[in-house]
């Protein structure tokens, strides 16, 4: 013990890891590495995944709204060569009410006002890739005078019974086009399981709140398991929202929302022209 406390008081002078480990044994036996190190094994493993030509899966959304639950679920698939995804817009399950067949809708200076009580999904039709890296794969390495982030040990802990390195990340640069703030590495396979990103997707609200992601390894292949945030969102209405306070004709307040993906397979072709079908929307990731 007295030679670890020795290592890691070096370690903590050099800048390499922080003195907060915890007290669990496991804890004591991991190596102490440089937090460029780790930041650099991690990128290396994001590089070397290689996936099947297609994945298919189920993506599950879910988000408070009007004091209950939406939930609903979306058949997609991606092409893993340009991570391009589809996703059917109808549905396969949705606690949303049907449409009801005496709804109106009326004309109000031009803005059409309903009386249904659908909810629309947040952000649009979710065109998530479960493969989606969040720019791991094309960052310089922590010893490049063009990196991206400053890197730092935030600790060494316990995470889902597996030893993690938590490292933080300042950018360098453009904080916008750099949003990984956090990443929770795998001590022994340097993979990443879980990342906070500020903002996702490529436009829309969902670029300036923060989003929690997890990972997962499915068939030997790392992909997103989770992708979520707790931050509440002011969506839809007639008119872009002016701030969180008002509230215009239409706008509904999604209180957090989450992508869970599951029922993954891997289909042996899928036809290219499904992949030139576009629907609009915000949950796009690129």
């Known amino acids: 013990m007295l030679a670890r406390a020795i290592v890691l008081a070096a370690a903590t002078l050099l800048g390499a890891v922080p003195p907060a480990y915890g007290a669990d044994d496991s804890l004591e036996r991991i190596p102490v590495l440089p937090a460029g190190r780790i930041y650099d094994r991690a990128l290396g493993f994001a590089r070397t995944q290689a996936y099947p030509p297609y994945v298919s899966y189920v993506v599950t959304v879910r988000s408070n709204v009007k004091d209950r639950w939406l939930v609903e679920q979306f058949s997609s698939v991606c092409r893993t060569r340009d991570d391009r995804v589809v996703t059917n817009?109808?549905?396969?399950?949705?606690?949303?009410?049907?449409?009801?067949?005496?709804?109106?809708?009326?004309?109000?200076?031009?803005?059409?006002?309903?009386?249904?009580?659908n909810i629309d999904e947040p952000l649009g039709?979710?065109?998530?890739?479960?493969?989606f890296a969040f720019g791991l794969t094309r960052l310089h390495p922590s010893t490049s005078a063009l990196r991206e982030y400053d890197i730092?040990?935030?600790?060494?802990e316990e995470y889902h019974n597996r030893i993690v390195y938590h490292i933080a990340l300042t950018p360098r640069g453009d904080a916008a086009r750099e949003r990984l703030r956090d990443m929770w590495i795998d001590?022994?396979?340097?993979?990443?399981?879980?990342?906070?990103?500020?903002g996702a997707f490529t436009s829309g609200p969902a670029t300036t709140v923060a989003w929690d992601v997890t990972y997962s390894t499915n068939h030997g292949y790392w992909?997103?398991?989770t992708e979520s945030t707790a931050a509440s969102m002011l969506l839809g209405g007639y008119a872009p929202p002016l701030n969180t306070y008002v509230r215009l004709p239409g706008a509904t307040t999604y209180r957090g929302i989450s992508y869970t993906?599951?029922?993954?397979?891997?289909?042996?072709?899928v036809s290219d022209l499904l992949f030139f079908?576009?629907?609009?929307?915000?949950?796009?990731?690129?």
Request: charged content about 15%; hydrophobic content about 45%; aromatic content about 10%.
């Open 89 to 117: 817009a109808k549905p396969l399950s949705s606690t949303n009410h049907g449409d009801n067949p005496y709804g109106f809708t009326v004309k109000l200076r031009g803005l059409a006002v309903k009386n249904v009580k």
């Open 125 to 131: 039709v979710p065109q998530i890739s479960p493969i």
């Open 152 to 156: 730092a040990l935030a600790r060494v």
């Open 187 to 198: 001590a022994t396979s340097f993979a990443v399981v879980r990342l906070v990103s500020a």
């Open 223 to 225: 992909m997103i398991d």
């Open 261 to 269: 993906f599951s029922d993954f397979a891997y289909p042996a072709q």
């Open 277 to 286: 079908e576009y629907k609009p929307s915000q949950a796009v990731q690129m």
